[in-house]
């Protein structure tokens, strides 16, 4: 009997990006009912691998609600099942399906600033659980009404685009990762002799200190779809400034031509030519918001279109992101966040980026 594009889809999350084995508690997260079919499949493929499901979905607007209705005690309140999921559970598998990818524009950002800071401590747990390999986790997406319009598809274009880069028009997706993370490791092995990376394009020339720090081939394991390779900075020897071009989607809002100026690590002059206030308001959040987190080369040459959701579109070849806030341990990061906001720049227009001086990447591809 032929599979479902859900079962390969469960089979690709479950058995490849978090590798379920017998006795895993398994938290299976869906954000709407849209996400009822992989939902149904995933928990199936668990329970045939021998793990042990966890169900937590959500109706689409409960995120709304509670930053509209909350105190400040409420927003600082973490409730001690949720902490406890943390500290426990062995894979956790996160399904995205909004209902509307705008419903948290007009929201307070004094208290989305006030939730992000109270909830730092379970993702720098989980960061550290996964750096130690005592967790892993995947994020996905279905296609839904909302991430097709964002994309400006129909829901049958966007669901067509969804699988196709995900690879699940494939018979075997994952054989299509592994010869993904072939190429990209290349690339993550010569940049870990690397000590300096310099970044130059439109408004922008940035210098980064990499040295002793690890760069990860991203294929499937964490994002799905995927296509990266990243590392974290050393968080004191950043200077420069960046010019974002693409639209910067975060927590249901937009900021555009986003500019940043950063000295040893920090940005200390910022600007957009929309969604100012938000972008001041996330970079306040705490005291690690305006640190350096992440410097990644986007490498799926398939996604080639900003669609509005930062899943696909920091993956697309020939850009490359830099987030704001946290870092992740696996690499050596140090920097401490409720916030991690991956900014997308478009390399193709120009960009170039040199290893200790040495042109590597120029036009959006790499010349090593």
Not at 22 to 28: M, N, Q, T
Not at 53 to 79: C, H, N, W
Not at 346 to 365: R, S, T, W
């Amino acid at each position: 009997m032929n599979k479902s594009v859900w079962d390969k889809y469960a089979e690709v999350l479950v058995d490849y990006s978090v590798d379920v084995q017998k006795g895993d508690l398994v938290e299976i997260r869906a954000e709407s009912i849209y996400a009822k079919d992989l939902v149904r499949a995933v928990y199936k493929r668990v329970l045939e691998r021998g793990g042990n499901p966890l169900v937590r979905t959500g109706l689409g607007d409960m995120a709304e609600l509670f930053i509209k209705y909350a105190s400040d005690e409420q927003l600082d309140y973490i409730d001690p099942i949720t902490k406890l999921e943390y500290e426990t559970v062995d894979k956790f598998i996160s399904i995205g399906s909004p209902l509307n990818t705008k419903s948290m524009a007009h929201a307070d950002l004094n208290k989305l600033s006030r939730r992000g800071k109270a909830t730092k401590a379970l993702s720098e747990m989980l960061m550290k659980r996964s750096a130690e390999g005592t967790a892993k986790w995947v994020i996905a997406d279905v296609p839904t009404h909302a991430l097709a319009q964002e994309a400006k598809m129909s829901l049958d274009e966007y669901t067509e685009f969804l699988f196709k880069y995900c690879y699940l028009d494939l018979d075997d997706p994952v054989a299509k990762l592994k010869e993904l993370d072939e190429k990209q490791t290349k690339w993550a092995e010569y940049l870990n002799k690397v000590k300096k990376l310099r970044i130059t394009g439109d408004r922008t020339d940035i210098t980064f200190n990499v040295e002793g720090r690890k760069w990860i081939s991203c294929s499937g394991l964490n994002n799905y779809p995927d296509g990266e390779v990243f590392t974290s900075p050393v968080e004191d020897g950043i200077n420069g400034e960046i010019y974002f071009d693409y639209p910067q989607n975060y927590r249901g809002n937009e900021a555009q031509g986003v500019h940043l100026w950063i000295e040893n690590g920090k940005v200390v002059k910022a600007r957009a030519e929309k969604g100012e206030e938000f972008l001041h308001a996330m970079l306040d959040m705490d005291e690690g918001s305006r640190g350096i987190g992440e410097i990644a080369v986007g490498t799926n040459d398939m996604i080639q279109e900003i669609t509005g959701n930062i899943l696909f579109d920091e993956k697309i070849g020939g850009a490359i992101h830099m987030a704001v806030g946290a870092s992740y341990p696996e690499t050596g990061g140090k920097n401490v966040s409720g916030l991690h906001w991956d900014l997308i720049k478009n390399m193709k227009n120009g960009g170039k980026i040199f290893a200790d001086d040495v042109l590597i990447y120029e036009n959006g591809k790499f010349l090593i």
